[in-house]
């Protein structure tokens, strides 16, 4: 039998996840900006500068595997 626990996800909140985001990146956490999803329910979308979009949709996707964003 499979332990539930290690198939939870932590929440975190919108700044604390553009700040997870922007120090992977190396960039202010106010270049970030997380938002909840209703259509990818438990994922987050972020939105960035044009010069870091590929870089910052790779760490989300990680990321979202590991947290969901707190509502």
């Given at each position: 039998m499979k332990n539930l626990d290690a198939l939870a996800v932590e929440k975190?909140?919108?700044?604390?996840l553009a700040e997870i985001v922007a120090t992977r990146i190396g960039i202010s956490?106010?270049?970030?900006?997380?938002m909840p999803d209703?259509?990818?329910?438990?994922?987050?979308?972020?939105?960035?500068s044009e010069q870091i979009p590929t870089e910052?949709?790779?760490i989300r996707d990680e990321l979202c595997t590991r947290y969901e964003l707190e509502r």
């Amino acid at each position: 039998m499979k332990n539930l626990d290690a198939l939870a996800v932590e929440k975190k909140t919108a700044s604390e996840l553009a700040e997870i985001v922007a120090t992977r990146i190396g960039i202010s956490a106010a270049a970030i900006n997380v938002m909840p999803d209703p259509v990818r329910n438990g994922h987050w979308p972020t939105r960035h500068s044009e010069q870091i979009p590929t870089e910052a949709d790779r760490i989300r996707d990680e990321l979202c595997t590991r947290y969901e964003l707190e509502r």
